[in-house]
């Protein structure tokens, strides 16, 4: 008995052996995944042409507050698609359109000033204008012995006089003028404060992240959303110093990306590092002089990620493939497919 198995243990192996039989396991989300990506993906890639994986990027820009204050409203949410310059959120503004209020009336009150000014110069040009005359005579007078040398000095006194108030009204006007400059400026620095309290996005983008909600007060430089620039779609890969060297700016490439497999993206060159990543600490033989990598960063053309826009989502891993060599043909399964 205790080297046999018992009737029961055997009655249930055959239970297991059938149920494996007619029900055999399913297999896991992964393993079929992994089967679709080598379905789609090339067996072998023909002299000429180098592979490596990356993911998807995109430029983040961090929409943040210039000033501290409250949030009043955020408009936007999460996935959301955005325009340039569309109003994301908006600052509580109530005590920056009481300082416009007040710049706003100390320039009403320095135009009146100017007004009143340019008023007393015209009084006092009247008033020198006679003083003038009534010198004139009192010295034609005084010349021909008709007039005393006090009444002379009398009316050069007042002439004096009436030039000094002048210069005082004049002064005044000058005075008005540069407090209606004062108050402009002061209002046009209110009103780029206003204009600042209204988050706006920088270029066409996705929201991404909305990091603060309305209420919240917030200090400046205080981030309230993240944007994914759609109009800078990139995939980042490290390739071998070989590969690297015969790749040149603008060359095309192709993308597959592992969820959607079935595709072929084109995509361009657009930078390719100076500096090897990854440099080993003794580079003399062949070897490890194959071990440097040189960052590559692939772009996806404008008008496709314009056109896919809705479908376009960064952070999805996929598989790189470059043309080393102008002189080849993409093969067949690299030439592009685009979903219809």
């Known amino acids: ?180 400059d004062a108050a402009r400026a002061e209002i046009t620095r209110i009103n780029t404060l206003l204009d600042d309290s209204a988050l706006k996005a920088p270029r066409r983008g996705r929201i991404q992240y909305r990091l603060a909600q309305a209420g919240e007060v917030l200090g400046a430089g205080s981030r309230v959303l993240t944007l994914i620039d759609l109009t800078d779609v990139y995939m980042t890969v490290f390739v071998p110093a070989h590969v690297a060297t015969l790749l040149a700016y603008d060359d095309d490439a192709r993308l597959i990306i592992d969820a959607i497999p079935q595709y072929v993206i084109p995509a361009k060159v657009s930078f390719i590092a100076s500096e090897a990543q990854f440099t080993p600490k003794v580079v003399e033989t062949l070897e490890e002089r194959e071990k440097l990598m040189f960052r590559v960063k692939l772009t996806l053309p404008p008008d496709l990620l314009r056109k896919y826009e809705q479908e376009v989502k960064t952070g999805v891993r996929g598989m790189a493939y470059l043309r080393i060599d102008r002189n080849k043909d993409w093969p067949d399964a690299l030439k592009v497919k685009l979903p219809q």
Not at 15 to 43: G, Q, S, W, Y
Not at 146 to 155: K, V, Y
């Open 1 to 180: 008995m205790r080297h046999g198995m018992s009737g029961l243990s055997r009655q249930m192996a055959v239970a297991l052996v059938a149920a494996l039989a007619i029900f055999p396991p399913a297999a896991t989300a992964n393993e079929k995944l992994d089967a679709l990506i080598e379905k789609f993906h090339p067996k072998a890639l023909p002299g000429g042409f180098a592979s490596a994986n990356g993911r998807l990027e995109s430029e983040q820009v961090e929409i943040a507050t210039k000033l501290p204050g409250r949030i009043a409203e955020v408009l936007v949410k999460e996935g959301e698609a955005v325009d340039q310059g569309q109003v994301l959120a908006r600052m509580d503004v109530a005590d920056v359109r009481a300082q416009l209020s007040a710049a706003e009336a100390l320039e009403r009150r320095a135009q009146q000033a100017r007004a009143l000014a340019e008023a007393v110069i015209a009084q006092r040009e009247s008033e020198l204008k006679l003083a003038e005359q009534e010198c004139a005579r009192a010295e034609a007078l005084f010349d021909k012995g008709f007039a005393t040398a006090a009444l002379r000095d009398q009316r050069q006194s007042i002439r004096n006089v009436a030039f000094a108030a002048l210069n005082a009204g004049k002064a005044s006007l000058n005075d008005s003028v540069a407090a209606i």
